[in-house]
């Protein structure tokens, strides 16, 4: 079994699904032949934004929630995040019965804190700054003993995000490619790792918003460029790649393309359109980055994997609403 | 097998169904348990939005063409129809590889006109009256021979759209009682004869925008009021119940639920936000219809057609586009 910062292989991503069928949903695969027709390639969309929570989020963090021994699990788990590792690890806690505390920055969104609060997590606020975070994080390990469980620089959260890729595969068979959301490199890593295990010649994409798009500079460069202020209608993909998912995947031979907002927009639309769900951008990234460059996967087999749906407020207005 | 003026009955319905089987989808069957608690009944909502098309309405279209003999089919066939209808027979018709002629009035939605034509159908303007659409539809008739199919009125269409009832309760079991819109009546008398042969214990509700509520009226009356006007945001659900709809729901003892537009768009955030499902307000009008009347329907098995997900330019908007 993984622990926290060993580096994670195939085998843990397998251990994972295990790990997690009790818990998790297994996700449909979507198919358009519109969406098709449109890119020149076959499009095979994995669908977790139809996962428990809204996002694959919760593929991680469960695993690392029954990663724990029983003594371990008692003292309960701890994480930082604004987004949906939060309520994901507090819904993953809640299966195994155990705390759960997530600090959160005072300037999160109220939807994102109000899930969190739903699936039964004990909220921490502190000042907007990662040093605060990570000071209020061990103020709360110190205390109650509580587990941390990281975001994505983590071998078992990477391994539980491997299982969404590994599903996907084995639904499919062999892909000639496969492209998903970038932002800390959990889901990235995690699908590397399955597809090393499930499909080894599967090129392997990582759609990044253009905007503070540090891990393209990272692979430009060869190294971690951190300090890049995203700004991005894709609210899931504003953290910067982790060390250990950037080395995982510098050594996949994983390759970045970077995709204005307005593109993802469009794609995000067209999901909308065509496949009738209800992605949210940060999923719709990935369809994004493949229409802008239909060259490099034109006549392929190509799997997408739409991370998530949880639309965040203003994104998505009705009529008669206030903008 | 049924022509297009006589009574449909339950064995039309299974004929349908086999007629469209190698053309039409099995559409999927979603829960959410989060909507079960808000509802307090178990809801199961077949998913007709990710039909061919979009929308239930191409079972009917398609039962109807391929009910033709050939020599009939040769001819083409030709509707009336500012909506779904049109681009569901210009579907059915390609399936086939005959003609469809379709009646558009100048102002109908340059969205649906614009799918009519993607799908290959000849578009005939003409005044938006009905008095101007049948008479395009007779001069079409007379001037190629093709055949009418009405978009409600039609024994054919009604046996068709019989065929989502039927796959639900296929999937589920016999329901406590079953939701469906009503328009035109196409789908709520075909859900009828569906339940008559396969689960006649189900109690059938018919959901229908509160402003020009002809079909409420007309229960109420106990014969069919017509001029009414609806103006409502559920753009499918703009029609006058049909002459053989109306005997035949009343025979069947279905109730009408009348529901304000405020809170069919609440429903169909509701549906976006805990099925991700992108459906249109036609469809979540049912879901409305349930959550205000909890009573009806307490810890009951219910169903619910999600009948289409085109959505109308307007309804939805995406941060950055104009309003």
């Known amino acids: 079994m993984a622990s926290p910062h060993s580096a994670p292989g195939f085998q843990d991503v397998l251990a994972a699904a295990a790990r997690i069928a009790p818990h998790a949903h297994t996700t449909p695969v979507l198919r358009s032949q519109t969406l098709d027709a449109l890119a020149g390639c076959q499009l095979h969309f994995k669908g977790e934004h139809l996962q428990r929570g809204g996002a694959f989020k919760f593929r991680g963090a469960c695993n690392a929630v029954w990663s724990l021994t029983d003594a371990e699990a008692a003292d309960g788990v701890v994480t930082h995040s604004s987004g949906n590792h939060g309520a994901a690890l507090a819904l993953a806690a809640r299966t195994r019965g155990i705390a759960c505390h997530v600090v959160v920055p005072d300037n999160a969104s109220p939807a994102k804190v109000a899930a969190i609060d739903t699936y039964g997590g ?166 994004a980055a493949i229409l802008q460059q239909p060259a490099l996967f034109a006549g392929q087999r190509v799997g997408v994997i739409l991370s998530g749906g949880n639309v965040a407020p203003g994104v998505l207005r009705l009529a008669g609403e206030a903008g």
Chains 1, 2 share one sequence.
């Open 122 to 287: 004990t909220l921490h606020r502190c000042q907007p700054t990662q040093a605060a975070r990570e000071a209020a994080c061990a103020r709360i390990q110190a205390a109650t003993g509580a587990r941390l469980v990281h975001p994505y620089a983590d071998a078992r959260v990477i391994a539980g995000q491997g299982t969404a890729a590994l599903e996907l595969v084995a639904n499919t068979g062999p892909l000639d490619a496969l492209v998903v959301p970038i932002s800390g490199g959990g889901l990235a890593a995690g699908s590397a790792l399955a597809l090393s295990g499930v499909s080894p010649a599967t090129r392997l994409f990582l759609a990044e918003p253009a905007s503070g798009a540090d891990a393209a500079a990272s692979f430009a460069r060869g190294e971690r460029v951190t300090g890049l202020s995203p700004d991005t209608i894709c609210d899931g993909l504003r953290a910067e790649i982790g060390a250990p998912n950037f080395d995982l995947l510098r050594a996949a031979g994983a390759q970045v393309l970077t995709v204005d907002d307005a593109d993802t927009l469009a794609a995000l639309r067209l999901a909308w359109q065509r496949l009738k769900q209800l992605v949210e951008p940060s999923s719709a990234i990935a369809l």
